[in-house]
């Protein structure tokens, strides 16, 4: 049995992930009633604390707890960024750089911006 052929290698890697994709498609629609009853029961679980006042119930199946989730996302770039220079808020921004402006300025200057470590990794995609 000789090696195998570039082509029969990406044709097996494209059904492989093919089959995985379907996989977790299908697992997504098995999950759907579980996840939607599950919301049914956290929804009821919610009311009845708060029309009790309490934050937390403990049973002997477990406890049930109010807890507040938050999310902050930019819908006005400029706005926000003149908001953040004009009141000096910087510790509104989060410690990340863009690796397409660092890739860009490194092939500009042959220079990495200070501070900064930039790292490429040659991987295999495949396409169909």
Do not use: C
């Amino acid at each position: 049995m000789g090696h195998p052929t570039v082509d029969e290698v990406v044709k097996g890697y494209i059904k492989l992930r093919d089959s995985k994709n379907k996989m977790k498609k299908d697992q997504a629609e098995d999950l759907k009633p579980i996840s939607e009853k599950m919301t049914l029961l956290e929804n009821w679980l919610l009311r009845d604390l708060q029309t009790r006042k309490v934050e937390s119930q403990k049973t002997a199946e477990g406890t049930a707890f109010i807890s507040t989730m938050a999310a902050a996302t930019v819908k006005d770039r400029d706005a926000f960024f003149a908001f953040v220079k004009e009141n000096e808020m910087w510790d509104l921004l989060e410690n990340r750089v863009s690796k397409t402006v660092v890739r860009d300025y490194l092939e500009d200057t042959g220079e990495v911006i200070p501070g900064v470590n930039y790292q490429e990794t040659v991987v295999v995609r495949i396409r169909r």
